[in-house]
């Protein structure tokens, strides 16, 4: 069943782990794909991806600019709409860590994770919306975390960045439900990608999934699957909400 036959979706931060997998998720589904990627060392693999995209049979193309830069985001999105016409999905991914202790932690660390985590999804929010409002339809959906919800000794950055995320897409909900655009968070726990891959192994990894019923961390195919619910018309009656996909983390 193609359930965004047609749709097309912006993917922030594509080029590896949970973006790249929201990508070919929506893909798979029939969604148009315009993707960025922020540093030169992701150039052949966002290539490789917009490819297999396109193997697929959907539009696709990729653009190296960063997220927490506003004109920078401001133009991406301009060229997302003349070169595919309409934006219906907009997926806020792209986000960093630089864990530290609080008392160890500098102001230039504090500001690069809320520029990349929270500025990024102000950045492309606002430019996506006015699109969207003409159109009278549409669905952003926001990378939150686990840890925005519950905290973490040496992320408070990363934790706030995560936290406010939520106040904002439950914010935008409020604004724009009149308008048929449906604004929802993702929380996921901890899914194997390069941003978890030090967590993996010895005694940590050992402590972590003891807290973690499903007994496992999650793969970045199944943060893409609720993305997917998101995105498309199944979750029609949902907006303002944070879906932890967290192997039960969180209970
Ligand atoms: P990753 O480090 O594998 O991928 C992050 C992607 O974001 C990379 O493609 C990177 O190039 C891109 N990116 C970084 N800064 C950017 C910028 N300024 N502009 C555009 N793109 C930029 O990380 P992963 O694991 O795939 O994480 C994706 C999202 O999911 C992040 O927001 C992360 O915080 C969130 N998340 C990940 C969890 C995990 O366990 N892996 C758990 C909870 C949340």
């Not at 929010?125 to 009278?136: D, L």
Request: hydrophobic share 45%; proline share 2%.
């Amino acid at each position: 069943m193609q359930l965004l036959q047609d749709r097309v979706a912006i993917v922030t931060g594509a080029a590896r782990g949970i973006g790249e997998a929201i990508a070919l998720k929506l893909a798979e589904h029939g969604a148009h794909i315009a993707f960025t990627y922020v540093s030169d060392g992701s150039a052949d693999k966002a290539a490789a991806l917009e490819e297999k995209l396109r193997a697929m049979g959907v539009q696709a193309r990729s653009w190296k600019t960063n997220a927490g830069d506003f004109a920078a985001s401001e133009q991406f999105v301009a060229e997302v709409l003349k070169e595919f016409g309409k934006v219906d999905i907009c997926v806020n991914n792209a986000g960093i860590s630089k864990d530290n202790l609080l008392l160890r932690m500098t102001p230039e660390q504090w500001d690069e994770v809320m520029n990349v985590n929270l500025k990024s999804v102000y950045n492309m929010t606002k430019q996506v919306i006015r699109p969207m409002m003409k159109a009278r339809k549409g669905s952003i959906i926001n990378m939150s975390s686990i840890v925005g919800i519950r905290g973490n000794a040496g992320q408070s950055s990363y934790a706030a960045s995560k936290a406010g995320i939520i106040g904002f897409t439950k914010s935008v909900a409020h604004e724009l439900g009149s308008r048929n655009i449906r604004c929802n968070a993702i929380a996921p726990g901890f899914i194997e990608t390069d941003m978890t891959h030090y967590l993996k192994d010895g005694e940590a990894a050992k402590g972590f999934m003891e807290n973690i019923p499903l007994g496992r961390f999650g793969t970045a195919e199944e943060v893409g699957n609720a993305t997917l619910f998101l995105a498309s018309d199944l979750s029609s009656y949902i907006t303002g909400q944070v879906i932890s996909t967290c192997g039960g983390l969180n209970i």
